[in-house]
């Protein structure tokens, strides 16, 4: 198929569809607002269902209702909004109901603002429900991955039966790019549903999707089971791009829209003979650690991001002290300019050549 | 030897855990009794609460999600959006559905969401150990009453079914009561309306049932029963509220 000139909001919604997905539980909130709309409009078409919800708790209860039956379902929402779909996405996790949430990134905390912004990277990655569990969490840095990520996520929250998120910003949501949603994607074995509730018909025992064990004992053992699932995504499932980083003596590191920032940096920079290259993580949960040990002339880690500096304890991490880490980042809406992160980089690098 | 009664097959077979004397058991098996009746086990989907009622999905014998506290009416309706065709119920509390989730229970019924809300209304947190409850009655002692409820200092007692009833898309709600033989079979009539009306189509159905705690009020079990019928049924009236004519309504569908 040609390429579509789409809205990120909207294409968002498109892939979406384009992944068999045909339930979405919502609440406006902006910067995403155009993706319920443009659903609202186009899931009913095509036998599909939209429900604005009365809240983001309601709406993620309303997934995990869904998910629970085998469908393919999705919301989305903004940080504030995040933040209240807490409670759903535990529920989910822990009763193992896949499911697909993007949180389209605004600034904060509380009301912040409706600028793009990267500050809910502790609340995506770390979670922000009870309990001890993870979720796959997607950092694409265009229009075009979006919409490839948020196709495969459909299928990752079920070969692993988890919810899977995909962390975007206003950036991102807001902008205009063409889009090609039929590319070639990794082609998964979905396991049977069987699982699922809908309806015995008599032929089989009931099937219960729940999060309650009341004897410790057999909760530890579901914790176990899941940080196994957990352990095999983290083997099977992280994706990075590394950018001209084998000779690089600064490294760069950014996800989303930030790496795209940076790889104009990187571009200019090369031109004027500095040796620095760009770790980009695709997947922030599981995190490329292992990215850190391929790069062998790297003396100074660079971490830019549009926050107060969340991503940089995961760098430091996979680092493990064997480099100097550095991080320049602008909360609250406002992005870093290309200028000075150069400027600084330069000045990390010992001045200008 | 020829069976007079039995266990019905909306019911699994495993042990509940209510407290002697408590109306929840009983609750459930008119539950049951209607699924088995409308041959509905095996085309139903439940949602079971945070409360007492939390191992419902252990009970009944058909397909159950466990749901957040007070979120039961949200997942119903995913499930619902998911499975049109299906049976979907929510078997409640006053805590989890006229506290924390009243926002859930108001939406669903505005909504017109086409399930069954079973309420159970005990005046209390049974499973928390017996704290003020939205409804808890003036006077009634709780573990965070402990003067009993002041309205000055803790509101009034809410009717649910009163505030539901104002919706447009309920098309369906009426308080019963289980404290007596005659009142139980009442109870499972409505609870069988309200079913029907879920098949039929017509929209959200709701019946509320007051129910008692015997353990959390002091109470023996007929002493319980009692207090239901002296304190409860004077401010909770046992009466319908939004009725439908199932053939006609559907008619003109
Ligand atoms: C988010 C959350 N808040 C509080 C609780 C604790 N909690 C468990 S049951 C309950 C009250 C349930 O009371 P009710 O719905 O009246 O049911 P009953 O136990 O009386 O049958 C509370 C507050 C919880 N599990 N989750
Ligand atoms: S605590 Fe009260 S509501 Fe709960 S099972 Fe016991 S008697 Fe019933």
């Known amino acids: 198929m040609a390429k579509i000139l789409m809205k990120g909001n909207e294409a968002f919604g ?10 979405f539980f919502g609440y406006p909130i902006t910067p995403q607002s155009e993706l319920p709309e443009y659903l609202s409009r186009e899931l009913p078409a095509i036998g599909g269902t939209f429900v604005q919800a009365e809240s983001e708790v309601a709406a993620i209860n309303m997934v995990y209702g869904a998910g629970g039956c085998g469908a393919r379902v999705l919301t989305s929402s903004s940080s504030p909004g995040l933040a209240l779909k807490q409670e759903g996405i535990t529920y989910c996790a822990g009763a193992e109901v896949p499911c697909v949430i993007l949180n389209v990134v605004r ?11 990267q500050s809910d990277y502790f609340m995506c990655t770390r979670g922000g429900g009870d309990g001890d569990y993870r979720t796959p969490v997607y950092a694409p840095s265009s229009v075009q991955e979006a919409c490839d990520m948020i196709q495969d996520a459909f299928d990752v929250a079920e070969v692993y039966r988890t919810p899977v998120l995909v962390l975007l910003d206003g950036m991102i949501g807001q902008m205009m790019e063409p889009v090609d949603f039929d590319r070639p ?28 064990y009341l004897s410790p004992e057999i909760l530890e053992e579901h914790n176990y089971h899941l940080g196994r699932k957990y352990d095999l995504i983290e083997k099977e499932e992280v994706q990075v791009e590394m950018d001209r980083t084998e000779d690089a003596e600064l490294v760069f590191v950014a996800y989303g829209t930030m790496a795209r920032v940076v790889k104009n940096c990187v571009e200019d920079l090369r031109e004027e003979g500095y040796k620095v290259g760009l770790i980009r993580p695709k997947t922030v949960w599981p995190y490329p650690y292992h990215a850190f040990d391929e790069i062998p002339a790297c003396k100074d880690l660079f971490v830019i991001e549009m926050s107060m500096g969340q991503m940089v304890e995961d760098v430091k991490l996979g680092s493990n002290g064997r480099h100097n880490v550095h991080f320049y980042g602008r909360p609250g809406g406002m992005v870093p300019e290309p200028k000075e992160i150069v400027r600084r980089a330069k000045e990390i690098m010992g001045g200008v050549k | 030897m020829a069976v007079i009664f039995e266990r019905t097959k909306g019911l699994t077979d495993a042990q509940t855990h209510y407290c002697p004397g408590c109306t929840h058991g009983i609750i459930h098996r008119l539950v049951a009794e209607v699924l088995e009746e409308m041959d509905q086990c095996g085309n139903a989907v439940g949602v079971a609460p945070v409360g007492c009622s939390v191992l419902a999905y252990n009970y009944f014998n058909c397909d159950m999600h466990e749901a957040a506290h007070g979120r039961a009416p949200a997942c119903a309706t995913g499930i619902k959006r998911v499975l049109p065709d299906h049976t979907v119920f929510t078997y409640q509390g006053d805590g989890d559905l006229a506290s924390i989730g009243t926002a859930e229970i108001v939406h669903a019924a505005n909504r017109g969401e086409k399930i069954t809300v079973i309420f159970v209304n005990n005046t209390t947190y049974g499973m928390t150990g017996g704290q003020m409850a939205p409804t808890t009655l003036i006077g009634e002692k709780g573990t965070t009453c402990q003067g009993g409820r002041d309205p000055e200092l803790h509101g009034y007692p809410i009717r649910i079914a009163e505030m539901i009833s ?25 609870i069988r309306k309200a079913f029907e009306v879920q098949k039929a189509g017509l929209g959200f159905s709701m019946v509320e049932v007051l129910s008692t705690c015997p353990t959390n009020w002091g109470k023996t079990a007929p002493d319980a029963l009692q207090w239901l019928r002296d304190n409860m049924v004077p401010y909770f009236p046992v009466q319908n509220f939004r009725d439908v004519d199932i053939e006609a309504a559907k008619e003109e569908k």
Not at chain 1, 186 to 206: L, S, V
Not at chain 2, 175 to 190: F, G, I, L, Q, S
């Open chain 1, 14 to 23: 498109k892939a979406a569809i384009t992944a068999g997905c045909r339930h």
């Open chain 1, 107 to 117: 600034g904060g905390p509380g009301l912040g603002s409706i600028q793009p912004s």
């Open chain 1, 185 to 212: 994607r990794k082609q998964r074995e979905i396991p049977a549903k069987d699982w699922a509730t809908t309806g015995t018909k008599g032929e089989r025992k009931p099937n219960i999707i729940n999060s309650l």
């Open chain 2, 166 to 190: 104002t919706l447009t898309g309920a098309v369906y709600v009426e308080r019963v009561r289980v404290d007596t033989p005659a009142e139980v079979r009442k109870a499972k009539k409505c």
